[in-house]
Each structure stands twice: as structure tokens, then as C-alpha cells.
């Protein structure tokens, strides 16, 4: 069945709520996903914060009841891995559920098997040698940048404030007294002063 919607209809910003009788924004209520915007029934009557008090004082006045909601919850999702359950709604024959369950232990054997080997190979593995995420990110900046200067055949400075591009870079890149970091910070801020001219 179509609905008819006004052409002037804009979904609601602020509501008001029944129970504390205060108009708020509508993210402080509920949202009913099986209703469309435009109608009454889009969010919740109740804002958030009373929504929340109500469940509580229900769940204080029936403890039991609550618990056996949340007992019947669990059996459910339970029965939902349950070969009658299969049996029943996915139409499975009996030999099926058992292939399939069988697939499922052995799926989950392989995986833990899989887990110990990773555990244990990562426990005994030595500190990979080579350089850090730092080095590797100048290395490759440094690459890059090369390339480009190549590319576009860079002009020398003649000032001794910057420096030729390649000749600087590769001097920072070959200064051991300066910590990966230090030097990475100097090639950002020779890039910027290049920039900026």
C-alpha cells in the first residue's frame, strides 16, 4: 500500500517526550527502524534516559521474570546451533547436520592449531633486523623526491640558508648523529620551506 507524503514534509528535529514532558533533539529518543520517518510511530514515545529508568525499575520490581527473559534469550540462541533446529528451518537431512558439524570441529581444530603455531613461532622469533617504520617512510620519501627533482631538473639555491635540495637530503639521510625521527622532522621542514617559496 503507497503512502502519501506531503511535498512540504521535513523529518522532525526536536519531540516531546511523555513521560518527563520535556522536547528534545530527536537522538535522545529510540529510533524504530520498522517504521518509516513520516510516521507517528518512527520513534520511541519515551526519550532515552526514560526509556532506561523504566527498564530498571521494571527489572528491580520482577527480578525473576527478567531472569528467566534473559534464560529464555540464551536457549534461544543456543537452539539457533542446534541440529533440530537445522533440521526443522533449514531443511537439512540428519546426515548433512552431522557433515556439517563435523566440518565445523574440524574448521575449529585447524584454526586453534593454526593460533599455537602463530603463538609459538612469535615467541621465538628473534627482533627482526632492518629498519624501522621511520627509516623505511625517509627511505621512501627520499626516493620519491629524488625522483621528482630528477624529473623536473631542480634549480640550485645559492643562498647557504637552504642548500641544494638532493645534496641536503642525502646529508641528513647519512647524518648519524641525528635520531630517525629528528631527521624525518628536518626533511618536513625543509619540504615546507620549499613549498612556501
Known amino acids: 500500500m503507497l503512502t502519501r507524503i506531503s511535498t ?3 523529518p522532525p528535529v526536536t519531540l516531546l517526550c511523555r513521560t518527563c514532558r520535556t522536547e528534545k533533539h530527536v537522538s535522545s529518543f529510540y529510533r524504530n527502524v520498522k517504521y518509516p520517518l513520516w510516521t507517528k ?3 520511541s514515545l519515551d526519550c532515552r534516559e526514560c526509556f532506561q529508568r ?4 521494571a527489572r528491580a520490581r520482577n527480578p ?11 536457549v534461544k540462541r543456543k537452539s539457533l546451533a542446534s ?14 547436520v552431522a557433515k556439517h558439524r563435523e566440518g565445523q570441529k574440524t574448521r575449529a581444530e585447524e584454526s586453534r592449531r ?9 615467541a621465538s622469533a628473534p627482533r627482526r633486523e632492518g629498519p624501522t617504520w621511520v627509516e623505511r617512510k625517509i627511505q621512501d620519501w627520499y626516493r620519491k623526491k629524488v625522483k621528482r627533482s630528477v624529473a623536473r631538473l631542480v634549480d640550485r639555491h645559492d643562498s647557504d640558508d637552504v642548500p641544494p635540495s638532493r645534496d641536503y637530503q642525502a646529508d641528513l639521510l647519512r647524518d648519524e648523529s641525528l635520531s630517525p625521527m629528528e631527521r624525518l622532522m628536518k626533511l618536513r621542514e625543509f619540504n615546507q620551506r620549499r613549498k612556501d617559496e
Open 64 to 74: 525473576e521474570k527478567s531472569r528467566d527473559a534473559n534464560r529464555r534469550g540464551y
Open 8 to 10: 512540504d514534509w521535513k
Open 83 to 96: 541440529d533440530t533446529y537445522c533440521l526443522q528451518n533449514f531443511r537439512m537431512s540428519a546426515a548433512d
Open 54 to 57: 523504566k527498564a530498571r525499575e
Open 114 to 122: 593454526r593460533n599455537l603455531n602463530i603463538r609459538a613461532f612469535r
Open 41 to 43: 510511530s518512527a520513534y
